[in-house]
C-alpha cells in the first residue's frame, strides 16, 4: 500500500544541548534507514505551510504567544527544565506540526493510504497553556483538530504507544467527545499522569498502565482493551503517537520491548483501522532515545504500513 513519508531537514536546526536525550540524531538515523527502502510505494513528501489558526485549537493563545517569543536570536532558552529551544527551533516546530497536517490531506486526498511523519521535537507532552517533557507544540492534538475542523469529521482516534503518558493530549482533549485518546504507557512513571481511572468528562479516555519490567507478550496483551475501547468508538480516523522508547534497550524507561513487537502492534492496529475506517491512519514520532532500538522499530513500523 502507498505510504507517505513526511519530513524535513529543519529538526537539524532545533539545538537541545550537548548531552540532551532529544538530539537531532534520533531523526537522522530513521531517515538514512527508511532511505533504503526501495518501494515505489513509499512517497517521500515534505511539510507543507499551513494557517496558524490550527494551532490554536489544541493551544491557549497567550501560550502561542510565548512560545513564539521564548526562540533565541543565539544560544538556547528553556521552556521547563527539559524542554530547549534555540534559534532554528521556530521552523522546526513548525515544520512538526505541518508533517502530520501534510500526512493527513495526503491520506484524505488519497494520495496515499497512510503516513509516518519523522519529526522532532515530540508533542504529546505539550499541554493546551504548558511546553513540557521535550515537546513545545502538540503535533498529534492540532492534527486531530485539523481533522474535525477542516475535514469535518465527527469521531477522531489517538493512539499513544510512547512509554511516558501523554498528559499534553489528554489535557487538551478532556472534555472532547469528539476525540479518544488511549494511551499505552509506565506507570508510576513520568510525567505521573495516566492511572486508570483517568477517563475524561465524556468516558474519552482510556489509559492502560504498564508495571516496569513489563514484557513483549503482556505489552500486546494489553491492546485487547484497546481494541475493544475503538470498535465501540468507531473512529473515522486514527492517528498514532508512534514513540518507540518502550523498546527494552531504551535508556529512559523500563518495559522490555524488543523491535520487531513493533510490527505486530501496527499490523493488529491496521487491520481494525481497515474494518473501522477504511485504513486511514497517520503516524507521528514522538520518543525513542537509544539510536539502534529506534531505527530497527521504526522501519518495522514502516514496514507494516508498507504491507498494509
Not at 3 to 14: M, R, S
Not at 215 to 223: I, K, R
Not at 266 to 275: F, M
Not at 279 to 307: P, Q, T
Request: some cysteine; aromatic content about 10%.
Amino acid at each position: 500500500m502507498k505510504t507517505g513519508l513526511v519530513t524535513t531537514d529543519t529538526y537539524l536546526n532545533h539545538n537541545t544541548g550537548l548531552g540532551h536525550p532529544e538530539r537531532a540524531d534520533r531523526v537522522t538515523v530513521v531517515i538514512d534507514h527508511l532511505k533504503k527502502i526501495k518501494s515505489k510505494n513509499l512517497i517521500w513528501k515534505k511539510p507543507e505551510k499551513f494557517d496558524l489558526k490550527y494551532l490554536e485549537y489544541a493551544h491557549d493563545k497567550n501560550y502561542l504567544n510565548s512560545v513564539d517569543k521564548s526562540f533565541p536570536k543565539q544560544g538556547l532558552n528553556f521552556l521547563d527544565g527539559d524542554t530547549i529551544v534555540s534559534p532554528g527551533s521556530k521552523q522546526a516546530t513548525r515544520d512538526a506540526v505541518g508533517s502530520i497536517l501534510t500526512g493527513i490531506d495526503g491520506v484524505m486526498k488519497k494520495n496515499f493510504n497512510s503516513a509516518f511523519c519523522a519529526v522532532r521535537p515530540p508533542g504529546h507532552h505539550a499541554e493546551k497553556q504548558k511546553a513540557m517533557g521535550f515537546c513545545v507544540y502538540n503535533n498529534v492534538a492540532v492534527g486531530a483538530y485539523y481533522l474535525l475542523e477542516k475535514y469535518k469529521l465527527k469521531k477522531v482516534a489517538i493512539i499513544d504507544f510512547d512509554v511516558h503518558h501523554g498528559n499534553g493530549t489528554q489535557n487538551i482533549f478532556y472534555d472532547n467527545e469528539k476525540v479518544l485518546y488511549i494511551s499505552s504507557h509506565q506507570y508510576p512513571y513520568y510525567p505521573g499522569s495516566g492511572a486508570a481511572n483517568e477517563k475524561g468528562n465524556k468516558d474519552n479516555i482510556l489509559n492502560v498502565p504498564l508495571s516496569s519490567g513489563t514484557q513483549s507478550h503482556e505489552f500486546l496483551n494489553a491492546y485487547e482493551s484497546i481494541f475493544k475501547k475503538l470498535k465501540e468508538f468507531k473512529p473515522e480516523f486514527i492517528l498514532l503517537s508512534a514513540g518507540f522508547d518502550a523498546h527494552k534497550d531504551d535508556p529512559l524507561a523500563q518495559i522490555n520491548l524488543e523491535s520487531k513487537d513493533y510490527y505486530t502492534l501496527t499490523n493488529r492496529l491496521l487491520v481494525l483501522a481497515k474494518k473501522l475506517c477504511d485504513g486511514k491512519v497517520v503516524s507521528i514520532l514522538e520518543g525513542g532515545y537509544d539510536l539502534n532500538a529506534l531505527r530497527e522499530s521504526v522501519n518495522y513500523h514502516v514496514k507494516s504500513l508498507l504491507e498494509n
